[in-house]
């Protein structure tokens, strides 16, 4: 097939057949281009040129406002890419320094390769005009990204009078591949993102909106016969120092503050085995995150919160590990002495498995309404395998198993998947997992605080606790796509003694059908809107009894539309079991109360002008007070802004509001504030300050049980961050916590941090 891809002058006098050949090869040209922003250099003359000229998001497949094209060759060793953007008006170019990652809502360039051209994952790389870097992976498997995911590659970006240049330089060991075949077939797109009144997806390639599958789509390159994988090392070595300072309070009064300090060296290993098989390791590793988790409400909810992986051990290859159910999370391991990994993936047949002990021993205890986390002070050990197979394009395999334990604690999973796409509009997943549990008698006494004959756990909730239970569930989806419409059903079933306790599984006891429809419409260029979507589902849930758990109905609406504006307005009416939370702790067994929940809600963001984000989430309507297991009334707001000052100063705030009033009266107030300032002084090195204040005001005399009247905190952190690379980094900082309740006048400090990271990458 005829792509839109020309050659440089002095490559046209070619015939209609080496033309035809030569427009899906990738040139080797053994000559390394000097990234420097500045396409000046004989070597991308004689490189193959790319038109980027299709807007195929939120369009299907218009022409672009703009030129850009790309140039593109490799040296065996490494993928040399040059972009260059064009603009009429390059005053509008939305740029900014920022930490890499961060400027996804910027213009930028970039490419996704599917190096085994299986259609299952591809690589992404994207780049600012300044060269800033994001990178991430996406997973067609599970229709999610990874964008922790961090490669070692380099760019330059320049803004000129005409647009704008970016260069990069991919070295090929970053990326896992097939090196056995001499010429290689790999699938790659090449982009550009043009946000001004509307956000384009800029392509080379035309894309069927009516096919879920976007990488299966990618036009195939050939070359790259010279690329080796080879047995590339990498050794990270880690210096970690701290100074830990907290203090108790007793009756208001502050006990004297406690000190601790500690340095650790580490290190980290990847080392590429074969050209298929990587094995990265550690040792008295950092498994700690530099930044502080985003802050989250959790004040009328009855589910451990999600906190997502941040530690580079654990996201090399992170998507090895997934499938449809969340069975492998590794925030469930909190500080490890060691761990090991391998990951391989040949011909289709991808496998990863991963060992790692644990100082904690960390597990979430789920029911059907709710879930709590056990935390012991005694070591686990952690064990995860994952296996797939992809037997052509429209088949896969997978098989997956786990294991926990400790003492005499333990938790095995085993699983099977597969998804099916007997059509480019039919996809089918299913999957099956089954558990065998033991939980020994330190986490029935850590839920009883010690006395199990005055534990609060009802008989469902003891029964998984002090008995061996093997556990089955099952998951079951379907849908059909098609340009303008989508149908879609699921049945997810998981049993009472169901666990997976390396993974997130804050549920179980329940089976859940689910329908659904939605339908799409796509604007014209004259229109002041590009895509309105009217969506709605249908589900009920039930225990393993019949209980009903929920039946709920929801439809939305919304519409894009000018200066990048989305607006979504919708509709929910729930049936719902009731809960008391501090008696029955997280299950219902015989005697449930239903409720209906009625929510009104809406959620609506812009980018007037370049640098300026707002976005306001609003909730109004009923809901279960759970504490008190009635209706009550609620109100939530959720407004977000983002700044930037200036190309290297960057303002955001989060604020998150909740009423919940029952009877006439207050039952709770809660405010959540989440602020961070960040002075970015280049593409490597950063300066923020991150402030979380949390203030719950609750209404004694409207709860059946005793509460405090006052919850404060307030959480600091002041980072300064170099990244030379990902691997190759220094930190710096300080951190405080403090807090508030009925016992103290006033905010006091209980926890104060400083720290330091140091780690540099050697690539051998």
């Not at 002095?10 to 000559?31: E, Q, R």
Request: aromatic fraction near 12%; hydrophobic fraction near 35%.
């Amino acid at each position: 097939m005829l792509r839109s891809i020309t050659f440089a002058a002095g490559c046209l006098a070619v015939s209609l057949s080496n033309y035809v050949i030569a427009a899906d090869t990738i040139p080797f040209i053994a000559t390394p281009a000097k990234v420097d922003g500045k396409i000046n250099e004989d070597v991308w003359q004689r490189a193959l040129q790319i038109d980027i000229n299709n807007v195929n998001w939120p369009h299907e497949n218009h022409p672009s406002p703009v030129k850009t094209t790309a140039y593109v060759y490799e040296n065996g060793e490494s993928l040399f890419i040059a972009f260059d953007a064009k603009d009429p008006n390059p005053e509008l170019i939305r740029a900014f320094f920022r930490d890499r990652d961060k400027n996804w809502e910027d213009d930028l360039v970039g490419f996704k390769i599917d190096t085994y051209n299986s259609g299952r994952s591809a690589y992404q790389f994207f780049i600012n005009p300044f060269g800033v870097q994001q990178d991430s992976i996406e997973n067609q498997l599970t229709q999610s990204e990874n964008a922790s995911w961090n490669g070692i590659w380099d760019s330059v970006g320049k803004v000129n009078n005409d647009g704008y240049v970016v260069e990069v330089e991919l070295p090929l060991r970053v990326l896992n591949f097939n090196d056995t075949n001499g010429i290689k077939t790999m699938a790659m797109e090449f982009l550009r993102f043009y946000p001004r009144n509307e956000r384009l997806r800029i392509s080379n390639m035309q894309l069927d909106h009516a096919n879920s599958c976007w990488i299966c789509q990618m036009p195939n390159y050939r070359g790259f016969e010279n690329a080796k994988q080879g047995k590339h090392f990498t050794v990270i070595p880690t210096l970690v120092a701290n100074q830990v300072e907290t203090r108790d309070f007793e009756n208001g009064i502050a006990e004297p503050w406690q000190q601790e300090k500690n340095v650790e060296p580490g290190v980290d290993i990847k080392w590429a085995i074969t050209q298929d098989t990587t094995l990265n390791a550690t040792l008295n590793p950092d498994f700690s995150q530099v930044e502080a988790d985003t802050g989250q409400l959790n004040v009328n909810d009855s589910f451990s919160l999600f906190f997502p992986e941040k530690r580079a051990f654990f996201l090399d290859n992170a998507e090895y590990f997934d499938s449809h159910m969340n069975l492998i999370h590794t925030r469930n391991i909190a500080a490890p002495d060691y761990g090991v990994k391998v990951t391989s993936n040949k011909n289709g047949h991808t496998f990863a498995g991963f060992i790692a002990n644990d100082e904690k021993t960390n597990v979430l205890i789920p029911g059907n309404l709710g879930s709590d986390v056990v935390s012991l002070d005694r070591k686990s050990e952690n064990l995860a395998l994952r296996y797939r197979n992809d037997f052509d394009d429209t088949l896969s395999f997978g098989a997956t198993t786990t294991r926990k334990q400790s003492d005499d604690y333990h938790n095995q999973v085993v699983s099977a998947d597969t998804k099916y796409q007997p059509t480019a509009n039919d996809t089918l997943l299913l999957q099956v997992v089954a558990s065998d549990t033991q939980y020994d008698s330190a986490f029935t006494q850590e839920f009883c605080d010690g006395e199990i004959s005055d534990c609060e756990l009802n008989e469902a909730a003891l029964r998984t606790l002090e008995h061996d239970q093997r556990g089955l569930g099952y998951y079951i989806n379907y849908s059909h796509n098609q340009k303008h419409w989508r149908a879609f059903t699921s049945y997810l079933r998981k049993d009472e003694a169901l666990r997976a306790d390396m993974g997130f599984m804050s549920q179980v006891d329940f089976n859940k059908f689910l329908t659904g429809f939605e339908y799409r419409w796509y604007g014209e260029k004259s229109q002041w809107w590009n895509r309105a979507r009217w969506y709605t589902d249908w589900d009920i849930t039930h225990n393993e009894n019949g209980e009903l758990l929920e039946k709920e109905i929801q439809t939305n609406f919304n519409i894009n539309g000018p200066l990048q504006s989305f607006i979504d307005v919708g509709l929910e009416h729930r049936k719902r079991t009731g809960l008391r939370i501090d008696e029955t702790r997280f299950d219902i067994d015989g005697n449930t109360e239903l409720f209906s929940e009625n929510t009104l809600w809406t959620y609506m963001e812009i980018k007037p002008i370049s640098g300026v984000f707002a976005a306001l989430n609003l909730r109004k309507g009923n809901r279960v007070d759970l504490a008190n297991n009635r209706i009550a009334q609620m109100r939530y707001a959720r407004p977000s802004i983002k700044l930037n000052l200036g190309k290297h100063f960057e303002f955001k705030l989060v604020h998150t509001y909740e009423k919940l009033e029952a009877e006439g009266a207050d039952v709770y107030t809660a405010n959540l504030s989440d602020l961070r300032l960040t002075y970015q002084f280049d593409i490597n090195s950063y300066l923020r300050l991150a402030v979380i204040h949390t203030n719950i005001e609750r209404n004694p005399d409207n709860y059946l049980d005793e509460v405090d009247s006052r919850y404060k905190s307030l959480g600091l952190q002041l980072l300064y961050s170099y990244k030379l690379n990902p691997q190759t980094v220094f930190f710096a900082g300080y951190s405080d916590r403090g807090y508030q309740d009925d016992e103290l006048a006033a905010l006091k400090k209980n926890e104060k941090t400083f720290f330091m990271k140091v780690s540099y990458a050697w690539l051998m």
